[in-house]
């Protein structure tokens, strides 16, 4: 049974430049998280999508956007790309019943 | 005031001691409690939840809650090398919707 996957596992983009980062949530899973989480710092809570709407979002920009699938799986989109936007970006999926999220192995990037 | 807070550590203990992790948060709605583990350059892996005040064990892990005062912890007995890491406290505050709010971590060193 595969749990989360993510990809690509790493990125280098160039300030100014768009990324979009990938997720498929474990199976059996329905909601799907976002996490960006920089060195040495816990996960910060990017935003949530359920039902293919974008339910909770946390304290980050319009840049950040996302989306999801009817598959469940999910995008991560980022534009103007900024130094600090340099993270490990984590997703999360869970089935809507239960709390406890399941992380994928994320996706580093690095913005020169 | 930070949402969740742990101390951020290191906190060395020798093989076959408790090790003794703390958490408070601030949102008197929080409904789940986690602690999830993060190896180095790896992602987060849950290894305790807990909903209802007082202790719950799993194995050499205990979490412990007290919501009123707005404290969760984690104990691991007999600790070994291999649980060297990061432990993130996560708190939920709707069980069923929402995002999780991690703390900053506390890593733990176990010397042999």
């Known amino acids: 049974d595969a749990g989360v996957t993510q990809s690509p596992t790493h990125l280098i983009k160039t300030r100014g430049q768009q990324v979009t980062l990938r997720c498929s949530p474990k199976s059996g899973h329905d909601t799907v998280s976002w996490y960006q989480q920089a060195l040495g710092q816990g996960p910060q809570f990017i935003f949530q999508y359920y039902e293919e709407e974008e339910r909770q979002r946390g304290n980050f920009p319009d840049r950040f956007s996302g989306h999801q699938f009817p598959n469940y799986s999910s995008e991560l989109n980022v534009n103007a790309l900024l130094l600090g936007d340099s993270a490990l970006y984590l997703c999360?999926?869970?089935?809507?019943?239960?709390?406890?999220?399941?992380f994928g192995s994320g996706t580093r990037l690095t913005v020169v | 005031q930070k949402e969740v807070e742990q101390n951020s550590g290191p906190l060395s203990v020798p093989e076959g001691a408790i090790a003794s992790l703390n958490c408070t948060y601030s949102?008197?709605?929080?409904?789940?409690f986690f602690w999830y583990r993060q190896y180095s350059g790896k992602s987060p892996e849950l290894i305790m939840s807990i909903y209802s005040n007082g202790d719950k064990e799993d194995g050499r892990f205990t979490a412990q809650l007290n919501k009123a005062s707005q404290y969760v912890s984690l104990l691991i007995r007999d600790s070994q090398p291999s649980d060297s890491a990061t432990y993130l406290c996560a708190v939920n505050i709707d069980r069923g919707l929402g995002d999780m709010r991690f703390g900053a971590g506390t890593r733990l060193t176990v010397k042999p």
């Open positions: 999360a999926s869970r089935d809507r019943g239960r709390s406890g999220y399941t």
């Open positions: 949102d008197r709605g929080s409904q789940s």
